[in-house]
DNA sequence: CTGTTAGCGCTTTCAG
DNA sequence: CTGAAAGCGCTAACAG
């Protein structure tokens, strides 16, 4: 492997110069040619830690995932991923097995590493150790959930809103009796919070025994979903706020065989199917209405804010909320309840 | 950000002998006190750009996969991560969108990176790319796939002798008559072959007509399923060599409300739900018969070879390829025809 | 625009 | 086992 003295060498071009040259400052024609000549013959590759060394830059960024065979997250790490590299930075992939301790200590085990940035899908509740890094000009940018008290750039969806809207347009249909099944997120929270206050907006109350919470490592979404179905009053309309109370949902339709919308109508938050030639699911028909979200944009937004954080260091900034805007497919699955 | 010169200053102790108790080589036990009191005191950590200088060891491994958002790499590189941090290594991800030119540009880019090793899943058909790594003593596990005329390590499953096996079983069961939908990767390959050995070595023959090979880029496994079902002489049963044939299958199944396996056996190669919670398909009865692979065993082993390489860099070696097992699951989804 | 000259922080001989 | 000293390959003042 030769190095930018071998070049100075062959080239007769001191190396200064040359270290010149390669970050795209301008240097005398004949040095010019001389300096790519040399690098060409002697096949000369940069060594990018002796160049970190001084700029203490690794064009390394990591990515702390909770699961990444949760299929939420590999669309939304994959464009990512591409805008990095697209623009000469490494991801380096962390997933802490939802575990919020873990995500803590591989958040300082990668930040000792010098990393450049971070994206963060956390499950904490709190954010100490995220505000060192931010106290350290470390950039930071959280996905898909926030954290309270923390003053941090992110990219979420409009989760509050999206849930408001939807449920507003299914009490148009004459829907008055709601059921939910959620889990305990921050993102599954923003979405009941939707629910609920769509739901007294329109002057109707929600019965409480009908919003059930599930803990994914305890409880079962699936029974949730049944006992709503089996109560006396069943809800006409149950909201299944993320994806795995929609699967829940799927199963309890599959195993009792319902009809859908005449047994009970359903809203989910989420696709079902978020993995490409996935969408067999489609196939069951009428499919669940749902609201989906963006994941190929959060990545991709994520990636241009880093970027933007990492080539301006010390420019003091706000932190930016980016609240992307998901997508609501009413389908057959919400019974229509009034007549026009 | 306190330097080792800083532990020697507060310690007294130079730094040749801080840097030798920091890689656990042993020093004087008054020695050991005195560092470590300082190191506690300046909350020192070793700077990795600086020591990797030297040692021309970045700690980080590459990860070459053709689709993150294909349900088959999640599972593995979960495990591979997991298993390369316990070690103190970092991934890298690089997802090369199943472009084969892409994928030897990104193992360029990234070995002039330095990286300590890697695992590809390649999508090419020729191995100039890592055959040029290999000469370099750059550790490479091949995953999944192979490369023909390329010495290299590898952790694969036993597509063919799993799939002779299984219709081996399927002929047991009285089926003569069999179809097959097959892709075009390696894999796709291999598994075909066990197929028609199988058939062969039982005094079978297998129509080349019903033998129908799918470009996922062109084709549609739904369409070549449904060729096969609707043949004057249709196969008695289907095999399908890969995840994306079955789920074609699982369409028409739905589509046309198939009875299984009145109408058609079904054999698949993978799981149709590698997702955790994704399993609700497994409520459309009677399942699909399958091969299932041990996915999180192969990011294992992948993670141990790798590691194994890396630390003997010089120890000439024959190259290994571990094959796993797979394992068949018999289900309902084929018929029983003949009566012992 | 160029070359000289000090480093960046750690590792690794080498002599003791 | 220890410390002095010489780098690893590149960067960044500085003076010209």
Redo the contacts with the bound molecule.
């Keep these: 492997?030769?190095?930018?003295?071998?070049?100075e060498k062959e080239s007769?071009?001191?190396?200064?110069?040359?270290?010149?040259?390669?970050?795209g400052?301008?240097?005398?024609?004949?040095?010019?040619i001389k300096i790519e000549e040399a690098i060409k013959k002697l096949n000369?590759?940069?060594?990018?830690?002796?160049?970190?060394?001084?700029?203490?830059k690794t064009f390394s960024v990591g990515a702390l995932l909770p699961d990444i065979t949760d299929s939420f997250f590999p669309p939304i790490i994959k464009e990512f991923e591409r805008c990095m590299s697209e623009n000469g930075y490494n991801v380096i992939l962390s997933d802490y097995g939802n575990n919020p301790d873990k995500e803590r200590k591989q958040l300082e085990v990668l930040s000792d590493k010098k990393l450049d940035g971070f994206v963060i899908a956390t499950s904490n509740t709190i954010s100490e150790h995220i505000q060192q890094c931010l106290d350290d000009n470390l950039p930071i940018i959280l996905l898909d959930r926030l954290l309270p008290d923390l003053e941090c750039d992110s990219i979420t969806v409009d989760n509050f809103n999206a849930t408001y809207n939807a449920i507003s347009e299914c009490i148009k249909m004459g829907h008055t009796n709601f059921g939910a099944v959620y889990g305990h997120y921050f993102t599954d929270v923003e979405r009941l919070r939707g629910f609920q206050k769509a739901i007294k907006d329109n002057g109707l109350k929600a019965d409480p025994e009908k919003i059930i919470k599930v803990h994914l490592a305890d409880d079962s979404p699936e029974e949730a979903f049944a006992k709503l179905l089996d109560m006396k009053d069943a809800p006409s309309l149950i909201f299944c706020s993320n994806i795995y109370m929609g699967i829940g949902a799927l199963k309890v339709r599959l195993q009792r065989n319902l009809n859908i919308p005449e047994d009970v109508s359903v809203l989910v938050f989420d696709d079902i199917a978020t993995f490409p030639n996935h969408d067999y699911i489609s196939y069951i028909k009428p499919e669940f209405a749902n609201i989906s979200q963006p994941l190929t944009e959060i990545g991709k937004y994520a990636a241009e804010l880093l970027l933007e954080r990492i080539k301006n260091p010390d420019r003091k900034y706000e932190a930016v909320n980016i609240e992307l805007k998901t997508r609501f497919n009413m389908t057959g699955s919400i019974a229509k309840l009034n007549n026009p």
Excluded: Q, W
């Design positions: 492997m030769s190095t930018i003295l071998d070049v007769g071009v001191s190396k200064s110069t040359i270290s010149r040259f390669l970050h400052r301008s240097v005398n024609e004949e040095n010019r000369y590759k940069m060594n990018p830690i002796a160049s970190g060394l001084k700029s203490s």
